[in-house]
């Protein structure tokens, strides 16, 4: 069974910051995704990873995948208020006939970015 | 291009009852899959459908169902309602999982069962 570890699970940072979650996966997977949600809202998608050493960023955020080491990490930089929101990474295993399983979330990351 | 959309985005039943909840996906996109989030549970995995058929279901129930139309449309239907399947219902939809899994949720729809 397809496990999926964030940490820390709540952050409370200042602005102007640097900080990191972590997202550990127990089964060999290559397709690794970033959500955010704010409260009341749906997901939305942040990025994509599909290969090991996989790295985008987009503004304050930067997400990179290790596959070997089954670990993503999404680091935020010079963090701002806006950020806040509860952060999701999620795994997916490809089947080799194609299409592939639902998604396996982590329990999230709630980040609060005080002025 | 017009996202994920999910009716109704707002449900109250009670125990015993039943209730179907629908999602069109994004335009050109043949995969739905359905997810229960709860604060105790989080994020799960329900069932995903392609081209009307059910490729992949989760660990829940057979009180929970859906099926998927012609065109992509999908719905899903709960049986004999419980206390604890209030959570919010999101629908995501994605091109085709075989590629790569990115998935587009939609508001979600909100179950209170009382």
């Known amino acids: 069974e397809l496990k999926v570890e964030q940490n820390p699970l709540f952050l409370s940072m200042q602005e102007g910051k640097n900080y990191t979650i972590y997202c550990n996966y127990s089964t060999t997977s290559d397709r690794l995704y970033w959500y955010r949600q704010d409260p009341g809202k749906s997901l939305e998608s942040l990025f994509v990873l599909l290969s090991n050493g996989a790295v985008k960023q987009e503004g304050r955020l930067m997400a990179s995948l290790d596959t070997k080491a089954r670990l993503s990490t999404l680091h935020i930089t010079a963090a701002v208020h806006d950020l806040s929101a509860t952060y999701f990474c999620?795994?997916?295993?490809?089947?080799?006939?194609?299409?592939?399983?639902?998604?396996?979330f982590g329990k999230g990351t709630h980040l609060i970015i005080q002025p | 291009k017009a996202g994920v959309t999910q009716t109704p985005r707002y449900l109250i039943k009670t125990r015993g009852q039943q209730v179907t909840l629908s999602c069109s996906p994004i335009?050109?996109?043949?995969?739905v899959s359905w997810y229960q989030q709860t604060p105790g549970q989080g994020l799960q995995f329900l069932f995903e459908?392609?081209?009307?058929?059910?490729?992949n279901k989760g660990n829940f129930p057979g009180r929970f169902s859906g099926r998927q139309f012609s065109n992509s449309r999908s719905e899903m239907n709960v049986s004999t309602l419980e206390l604890g399947d209030s959570a919010l219902y999101l629908c995501?939809?994605?091109?085709?999982?075989?590629?790569?899994?990115?998935?587009?949720f939609g508001p979600g729809t909100r179950l209170t069962v009382l």
């Open positions: 999620a795994v997916d295993i490809e089947y080799s006939g194609g299409g592939a399983d639902g998604l396996t």
């Open positions: 459908y392609f081209s009307e058929t059910q490729r």
């Open positions: 335009s050109g996109h043949r995969s």
């Open positions: 995501a939809s994605s091109l085709d999982p075989g590629d790569y899994n990115e998935q587009f």
